[in-house]
């Protein structure tokens, strides 16, 4: 039960001390990198989002069981004849 109790705590300690040394300008920088990645994810969305507020699945996007193979195709399922054996 030690090593369970033991193991966060050393983490939250190598944690704060990995803080204390970080200096302002590497820490603007890493604020400044995840804004960025913010805004560009922002402008993909405003391209390629889809408005899908308050309607359902189906009127987003086609039901794969509409575009693809029939599941009995794809998938074995029970009632459609036996499962070969391994030494098939």
């Not at 190598?14 to 990198?33: E, M, V």
């Amino acid at each position: 039960m030690q090593s369970f109790v033991s193991h966060p705590r050393a983490k939250s300690c190598a944690a704060t001390a990995s803080a204390n040394q970080l200096d302002p300008r590497s820490l603007y920088w890493g604020y400044l990198l995840g804004a960025g990645a913010m805004i560009l994810g922002g402008v993909v969305a405003a391209f390629l989002a889809v408005d899908a507020e308050g309607k359902s699945l189906e009127d987003v996007a086609k039901p794969l069981s509409v575009i693809a193979k029939p599941a009995a195709t794809i998938f074995r399922s029970g009632g459609h004849g036996p499962l070969p054996s391994a030494g098939d």
